[in-house]
């Protein structure tokens, strides 16, 4: 006596399978690098900078949003004073 699941159900089994597998696989997206633009300087003193390097970038053949990611971050130019 054998059981089973029978030869149709198998074969439904595996095609079902077979087409739901790339829908689930392209569910997810790849991580995207990143980059981290870092100027002690305020945006509005040196925005060229970011742009300048933007620019570089997208020369090597990295587009900010489709195949890299880039954080900006800029501290404040304010001077620190210590006073003794």
């Not at 949003?65 to 800029?74: A, D, L, P, R, S």
């Amino acid at each position: 006596m054998t059981s089973g699941i029978g030869r149709r159900r198998f074969i439904y089994a595996l095609g079902g399978t077979a087409f739901a597998w790339p829908r689930a696989v392209r569910g997810q997206q790849p991580a995207l690098p990143v980059v981290a633009f870092i100027h002690a300087g305020s945006p509005t003193d040196s925005g060229y900078r970011a742009a300048a390097f933007g620019k570089g970038l997208s020369e090597t053949g990295y587009v900010e949003g489709q195949n890299v990611t880039i954080e900006y971050h800029w501290r404040a130019a304010t001077p620190q004073v210590w006073i003794s």
